[in-house]
């Protein structure tokens, strides 16, 4: 989706702020809406690219005046109701709906070092044919789809030369919203940084990204 | 925050003229010309998680010992040390720094690192031709195991928007002016590949050990926004 999630290239976004010495999480409620989507993940009823869409699709006003942690709050609650995990009269009321049957959690103390150290790769160890070769110029496609992408505005229709093949990997757009993972590759692209902004940028600098097979085209 | 970030957010805040508050446990579909802010029901984020957390403990959806350790995880545990030493480990051993460089992933593993949000690393050798950037525009994907979580200037609007189109002025204002031959890349983090960058190794530590070497290398090195800087004069030889 077009949203204002996709900044790269925006301007008027004001001057970097860096804070000294930050700390993970400023306050407690910070690291708890981290841990709580986290754990609520375990439930299995959405993925790393669901959660990413239902963020893009928070109303642009509240994604620039929420801080990030209240974003992940604001999506998780919202994947809770879609898939039932909690009802809105919950939600409002803080207790568990008459006549609910106690769960058990998926996401205990135990299961926390290998959730970390395992992780949740997104590499698929399946035969598929790459479209492209490393050093090969390629397009990206003019796409612009209401759902999920990681294909931003700003390199499409612009060309570039495949750097390098990452390999097989799901594929966000269609796993997003549970149409498959649709597996394929996906390669670094380089992109000049005057094919992207035009000539004010220096020559020789660039811009890579990650791009699967189906953003690109022959160029 | 800051009075401009605090005024651009009044702004694009009074700019919107009607928006949907997911959320709040009651759609918002009225027009917002009357200028609430949104931060009322309930106002405090810290009671709203608080409720949300003790719902889903009740429920049995969710395990609070788990939650503890998970956060005690990424405070204590999982953070930016971890990339110095890799860095270090790297400056000091050129057969490892091989590795790094063609197989990062396997590298990282041999000093115990990797998992979650880095399960596809590629690390980014800067040197005195070549500078090297990371960011994510479209969210704030970083390489956990190697750097922790991000700071907030990471998932900042700023960074993320500024990066790709102006990488230079970027740098300068985190300090850092890239003479004009250097050819800065830039690495927007799009897909599930994590990016570390190997900054360069500053003169005058030639005589250091491993362990020292890491001490001297900062997370902003790591995402390209800095240098290493050299050590200070100590007299302690």
Known sequence: MNGVHDMGGMHGMGPIEVEKNEPVFHENWEGRSYAVTRAMSAWGKWNLDASRFQREQIAPVDYFQKSYYERWIIGLVELMLKTGLVTRTELDSGRPDAGTVKQSPPFTPEKVPILVSKGMPASRNVPVVANFHTGQLVRARNLNPVGHTRLPRYARGKTGRIDRDHGVFLFPDTNAVFLGEKPQHVYSVRFAARELWGDGTAPQDSVYLDLWDDYLEPA | ?237
Request: with cysteine; glycine share 8%.
């Open chain 2, 1 to 237: 925050m800051s009075t401009t970030r605090r005024a651009f957010l009044t702004a694009a805040v009074s700019a919107a003229g009607a928006a949907v508050t997911p959320g709040h446990g009651q759609t918002h579909e009225h027009s917002h010309d009357h200028g609430h802010d949104h931060q009322t029901v309930p106002s405090d984020p810290a009671l709203r998680v608080k409720a949300l957390e003790s719902l889903l403990v009740e429920k049995g959806l969710v395990d609070r010992a788990a939650l503890d350790v998970l956060i005690d995880t990424y405070e204590h545990k999982v953070g930016p040390r971890n990339g110095a030493k890799v860095v270090a480990r790297a400056w000091a051993d050129s057969a490892f720094r091989q590795r790094l460089l063609t197989n990062s992933d396997a590298a990282i593993a041999e000093l115990g690192y990797g998992g979650l949000q880095g399960e596809h690393m590629v690390v980014l050798e800067n040197t005195s031709k070549i500078h090297n950037l990371v960011v994510c525009t479209l969210c704030s994907c970083y390489p956990w195991p190697v750097l922790g979580l991000p700071p907030v200037w990471y998932k900042s609007a700023p960074y993320r928007s500024r990066s790709v189109i102006d990488p230079r002025g970027v740098l300068r204002e985190f300090g850092l002016e890239l003479p004009e031959s250097v050819e800065v890349r830039v690495w927007d983090s799009t897909a599930e590949v994590r990016y570390l960058v190997l900054p360069e190794r500053p003169v005058g530590t030639e005589t250091m050990k491993e362990e020292e070497l890491a001490e001297l290398v900062t997370r902003n090195a790591m995402i390209g926004v800095a240098k290493v800087a050299a050590p200070k004069e100590s007299g302690a030889a």
